[in-house]
């Protein structure tokens, strides 16, 4: 495409509101607009990043046996009530009446709608496998949508469903979703990683994310040394590298000392001058349901230099939510203290132990009484322990739940997610089949999601340095970025137009800056825009029977024979393409 | 595709709610599926048939300079304020509050949003002309959705905007995206009609619709003998093609008579042995924009056989909406008289007369007096009237506007709507340019639809036979359908497959019915899915050195060489695509 003729405007300054590099540059580049929170414009150069990385998408997932339907993004009420989820959801499903007072909502994902459909058709197990996606809006009433298309409310997403007869074929499909998104990934040109992840609301038990890995990224990944082990940090098992220092000392005697003023564990460890890992700290957390109607208090003991996983506690108590904290004058009132000079001896409430407490002897803990403590305190003599269970949030340096090493902390950006569902969806709407001997079946389902504008963006949050954005060639807008110095002469244009016209014959797609511009504005764009490879048409260059290449992601610079430079660049472009 | 890979399930019944033939045949096909009223599941065939349109818009759009964006489906209450359209579009506009109180809708035209988008790019004469355009989901809320896709709520929409600096510029866009949308519709394979259309709710004044025609077709067209004049029969003029009989009779004198029980103009006409078009009728309308407050009647004449045409009467009285009827009572309380005995003799009140009753001499209407009518009155003589004008719907056997002979009716589906919008929205928005002076000036705009996925189903509409569909070529969801008859027999499962791969390397894609079933069930699924060529092979044509093809339009069936087969049908696939 000739500048001239389409429409690029790029913007000097970075909008206020955009706080991470993916979203300050792709605004800056005309290729993302804000229509209101969370919802955007995706200008002409950004719809064909995003059409290339579908069209990988569908590629990878028809090889592996996926057929594409589109579904509606309005749904009735009536379905998603068959799941129970049209009140599980909570506020991010966005609810509406139409004109008839009818209640409908935006699809946020289709499990009902796709096993409503699927449940018309499939009667027997002759119909099975099958796998059905599309790629599609979707909508989700994000309280505070920010960084652009990485939490958006309105976004594209592929989203994949499988139905299997037996939980074996289905794990089937799911390890080949597994395979395809890798393909996927590998092909977008990414730096990823995947990861064994929380199910969340989707439900199921076998689930792992696939993560572009970015400093900004908003999930905390674990990842032993060879890359064996990888998970969230939501549900990555927590081990200790090694016992306690404390595990192989004598038992001790209680002693109870005055505290006052230390109120936390960095004030503790700064005045007994122990470390934070050496302290027991204690929590307080409601394990209702329903808590402002019954509060049902636990106590959790974790080392002083440990987080609480909320995931994991929820699980544990099965709770429908993360569990709230006890306020102050609640954990007065259930321990006698408040938090700061609170423990775990004397309390009788259920009192959970996080594994990296276990081999802890003789530590400190709060006396119940406000500004006191206790030492040489030790479970089992001191007090009684409901269950020693991994509760804590991992971190790096923590041992590989694989064995293999210690764990390395990443940041990423999730843009895919796969789902062993089993029979959620399908035992509530009642989607069967009939099996070799006439007897009706559950079937079994999986799910697979994509984000695809979130993906485009998280490429860039990976890919772009203080010019611009740098475009891996799979889904960049543009292959080639011609830049004409003096789009007057005929023979710069010449040249310039010759080659834009073979490349394109190739399939080599051209942007052509043929604006009556200064060269340092046409570099300035070339870099913003980032496309992989700029090629600059000059009078000089010309004259000497040369151009010049510059590659965007090296910067390295080549001066081309004009009798070369289209051999040069297909060249170059099989080179980057998987 | 091989049938056992895909997903295809056809019904032996059409629904209880699917009145039109193609509406019934998409069900039957798997194609569509209803989620709820007017929203549709778009199964894997409908969407092949829906993304071939789509390539052929976008590159007839791109060819003509347009460049694709892609807008958001939910737009914020504050951009509609600013045309006033919120309030002004009625429920048809979907609003909705998200989870923070605000106001929201869901996108049934972008004129708003993409006004806003390009208002923040151009800045000057030399960002002029644009023409921006998308292929994206809308949401209507329809009151009574129906015929399937053909009034849905969710729909998909291809919409243009254009940008230019003056009318003759914007005519000019215009103009050129007429030239577009013919050679889309050609390229579709349909019988389509342009008509001038009204401007509806979008405003602006000049607009010409897309029709594919169709028995069925909502819409009623009036086409002069050569087809070189075209309206929508809302808009059309209506020019008798005679003047009336009496027309050059000496004015007799007025004579009462008694008419009891004769309500109706057909009444009349039997009674008096005088023909519908010879009589005139009286219908009263409140000229008033809130007729609850404030009646404003008005009397309109029409000949007994003409139907008013509600929109030239809105346009005549300047009013917002379709003027209201008054109920009986008050026509009583106007007139002297209920419905059936009324007349414009002794009115106090505007009379409108339609330009049909100009030419009547001494004709027949109520005498304002309940069972009374009065023959041989003469307007001028008397009464007086307003004025004369076109008022009533024009009809088949009508002087064509272009004075080319007659008028003829069609019923036709509007697939495509063009609209020269002028400063409509710009002005609203403030949306300007600078001009080579430096001064400021209002962009003028136009804007272009077309129903994508209505489209596809009136092509159906248009194109289909007892046993099922017959897709053109060009959007047919495969070019040709491949039943093997014995597909365990090595050598004709040799002679299919090959001709398949052949064919799909060619680009010529295949659907292959590899399924265990007799060739009966079959060729009904083939006749019924309407590819528009079938392939049989089976063991004895197979011995026979032969296959045998059938084209779905005409039913001609052929035997073909099995080393000719492949020729043929890239031949044959020559044929039928633009």
Same mark, same amino acid.
């Given at each position: ?35 209101? %929170? ?46 129970? *989820?049209?009140?599980?959801? &909570?506020?991010?499903? $966005? ?6 007072? %009818? ?12 096993? +409503? ?23 989700? +009433? ?96 927590? /081990?200790? #590298?090694? +016992? ?39 929590? #307080? ?16 003991? $974790? *080392? ?36 700061? !000079? ?45 269950? /020693? ?7 790096? @340096? ?20 796969? #789902?062993?569902? @089993? ?6 709407? &009642? ?6 001997? &006439? ?15 979130? !993906?485009? %963006? ?48 190739? @399939? ?14 046409? #570099? ?5 825009? &980032? ?8 009078? *000089? ?20 024979? /004009? ?12 080179? %980057?393409?998987?």
């Amino acid at each position: 495409m000739k500048w001239s003729e389409g429409y690029i405007y790029t913007l000097k300054d970075s909008p206020a509101d955009a706080e991470i590099p993916s979203h300050k540059l792709l605004v800056r580049a005309g290729m993302i607009r804000k229509l209101g %929170q969370g919802v955007h414009t995706y200008g002409p150069l950004m719809l064909r990043s995003i059409r290339k990385f579908e069209k990988i998408v569908r590629e990878e997932l028809e090889k592996s046996g996926c057929v594409e339907l589109l579904m509606p993004l309005v749904h009735p009420k009536e379905l998603w009530d068959e799941t129970g *989820r049209w009140d599980k959801m &909570g506020k991010a499903l $966005l609810k509406f009446k139409n004109r008839l007072n %009818q209640d409908w909502c935006l699809g946020a994902t289709h499990e009902e709608v796709i096993t +409503d459909f699927i449940r018309k058709d499939i009667k027997s197990y002759r119909d099975l496998p099958k796998n059905l996606f599309q790629v599609a809006t979707k909508y989700r +009433d994000e309280i505070r949508p920010r960084f652009g298309l990485m939490r958006g409310r309105e976004f594209i997403m592929k989203d994949a469903y499988s139905f299997d007869a037996d939980p074996e074929s289905a794990l089937d499909s799911y390890k080949k979703m597994h395979t395809a998104y890798c393909r996927i990934f590998e092909r977008l040109g990414a730096n990823f990683r995947v990861v064994k992840a929380d199910s969340g609301s989707i439900g199921g038990d076998t689930s792992e994310e696939f993560h572009i890995l970015a400093d900004s990224g908003e999930d905390h990944l674990l990842v032993s040394e060879d890359g064996s082990f990888a998970a969230n940090v939501e549900i990555c098992p927590a /081990i200790d #590298f090694e +016992d306690a220092s404390s595990s192989q000392e004598e038992l001790k005697s209680l002693e109870e000392f005055d505290t006052p003023g230390l109120k936390t564990i960095a004030d503790l460890a700064n005045s007994l001058k122990i470390s934070e890992k050496d302290l027991v700290k204690t929590l #307080f957390y409601s394990a209702s349901n329903e808590p402002e109607k019954e509060l049902k208090p636990v106590a959790i003991l $974790l *080392r002083g230099s440990d987080e609480l996983n909320p995931i994991k506690l929820k699980n544990l108590l099965g709770l429908n939510d993360e569990p709230l904290m006890l306020n102050d004058q609640e954990v007065k009132n259930v321990s006698g203290a408040f938090p700061g !000079s609170c423990g775990p001896v004397g309390l009788n409430i259920p009192i959970y132990m996080d594994t990296g407490v276990a081999s802890m002897k003789n530590y400190v803990v709060g006396a119940n009484k406000d500004n006191k403590h206790i030492r040489n305190v030790n479970h089992d003599r001191d007090y009684k322990v409901e269950k /020693i269970v991994d509760l804590r949030l991992a971190k790096e @340096g923590d041992k590989s739940p694989d064995g293999k090493g210690q764990l390395k902390s990443y940041r990423g950006i999730e843009v895919g997610h796969i #789902f062993y569902l @089993g029979q959620v969806y399908s035992k509530a709407m &009642g989607a069967t089949y009939l099996d070799k001997n &006439g007897k009706s079946q559950t079937i079994e389902m999986g799910c697979y999601g994509i984000g695809i504008s979130r !993906s485009v %963006q998280a490429v860039i949050e990976q890919n772009h340095d203080k010019d611009g954005m740098i475009w891996p060639a799979a889904i960049a807008p543009y292959a080639v970025h011609i830049c004409i110095l003096d789009p007057k002469d005929e023979k710069v244009s010449g040249v310039a137009y010759s080659l834009y016209n073979d490349l394109n014959a190739q @399939g080599i797609d051209c942007l052509m800056d043929d604006r009556d511009e200064r060269p340092g504005v046409k #570099f300035k764009d070339a870099d913003l825009l &980032g496309m992989p490879l700029r090629v600059t048409v000059g009078g *000089r260059g010309v004259e000497n029977g040369e151009v010049e290449i510059v590659e965007r992601k090296t910067g390295e610079k080549r001066s081309i024979a /004009i009798s070369d430079i289209k051999k040069t660049i297909i060249e170059w472009w099989g080179q %980057q393409t998987l």
